[in-house]
């Protein structure tokens, strides 16, 4: 599943690992170090239960290997970009319906950039400049296309902010239009880099804005009255990403030099009442870690390796959810295998299922 990211576009990578990780020296107080990496047996002691819940498989309802999942009420939201096709399901996993579908009609997608749940509302965000919004039940309600829109976009109020990362045509990686004009620029870029092609979400809801992950830099933002502000910024020691890759005036020679060294970029964040969870991908010539940190409200945050936490798809209160497929849910360790409470449901899992949705509850 690991098809995101500089993974997309470069097929090679490499690791070595370090216990700890190394912090940069001198580092101010406000950056967080990513150190004393502990193994995914460690992470089974903060985990109170799981429960599994295949979703069904049927012709109408099965997902490729991207897919991204919301919560919407009781219900799992899927959208699966690469085969143009959004579904929804009840709490039990349960087919109910399809959210639209492609096409180049006023009230269709061309593509699935990113999705965005709110209230009853499902908003799809189709490159290069359409928003098209439906029910729950699938059920069309509006169509507006803006200026062109960016790798993924989020609505708040009646303005839209779409991330450009580093495309040729702009200098901000970041604009907001309202209508039908920009508004107001972010992130300036000085130079044009090899861009991610990223399908994991980019914007992350809060209670009032959204944060924000910005390709290549170790930095959250969150949008403040308007204002894009640095929020948590993570210090990858040896593996942060040297600012002469910026240097370079080919996009390609750039990636040359990024893969032939260590590096580690942001690739998930979640944040509720109870806890902050990242999830961070650390790579080089030939292997990639994911690496999960935690912090529970307070200034220490407690890493683990998690070849899992490419699961991670949404935070609600003390429950994580994932998409296990069949390989996944075999690999599982036996101390997390131990937490499963309905352990009968794997029996129905086999290699031509679709998902399951693993709710992974917290202490």
């Not at 803006?146 to 040729?168: A, F, K, V, W």
């Amino acid at each position: 599943m690991l098809k995101r990211g500089i993974t997309q576009l470069f097929l090679f990578a490499s690791f070595f690992w370090l216990y700890p990780l190394s912090c940069t020296s001198g580092v101010g107080k406000d950056y967080i170090c990513m150190e004393y990496i502990e193994d995914s047996d460690n992470f089974s002691s903060k985990i109170d239960s799981i429960v599994l819940i295949p979703l069904s498989s049927d012709i109408l309802s099965l997902l490729g290997d991207e897919a991204e999942m919301h919560v919407l009420d009781n219900d799992f939201i899927l959208a699966d970009p690469k085969n143009k096709k959004i579904i929804r399901f009840d709490s039990n996993g349960n087919y109910l319906n399809s959210i639209g579908m492609a096409g180049r009609a006023f009230n269709e997608y061309y593509s699935i950039q990113n999705i965005q749940c709110s209230g009853d509302s499902i908003s799809v965000f189709s490159f290069p400049d359409k928003r098209i919004v439906y029910n729950k039940n699938g059920a069309f309600i509006s169509s507006e296309c803006y200026l062109p829109i960016g790798e993924q976009s989020y609505m708040l109020g009646d303005c839209l902010y779409t991330y450009n990362g580093y495309r040729r045509d702009t200098p901000y990686r970041m604009v907001a239009i309202k209508e039908g004009r920009i508004v107001q620029t972010y992130l300036k870029s000085v130079k044009y880099v090899m861009p991610l092609s990223r399908t994991e979400p980019i914007f992350i809801p809060n209670s009032k804005s959204f944060y924000l992950l910005d390709s290549y830099y170790p930095i959250i933002y969150t949008l403040e009255n308007e204002q894009l502000k640095e929020y948590l910024h993570f210090d990858f020691g040896h593996y942060r990403i040297q600012e002469g890759f910026f240097d370079f005036d080919d996009p390609m020679k750039g990636a040359e030099s990024l893969v032939s060294s260590d590096f580690a970029y942001i690739w998930r964040y979640f944040e509720n009442m109870e806890r902050k969870l990242v999830v961070i991908i650390v790579q080089s010539i030939n292997d990639v870690k994911y690496v999960c940190g935690i912090s529970g409200g307070k200034e220490s945050w407690e890493w683990y390796q998690l070849p899992f936490s490419e699961t991670f798809r949404y935070l609600k209160d003390n429950c994580l959810y994932c998409l296990w497929d069949y390989n996944q849910l075999q690999a599982i360790s036996p101390k997390m295998r131990s937490r499963i409470v309905n352990e009968n449901k794997s029996e129905q899992i086999g290699e031509n299922s679709n998902y399951v949705v693993a709710k992974i509850y917290l202490h």
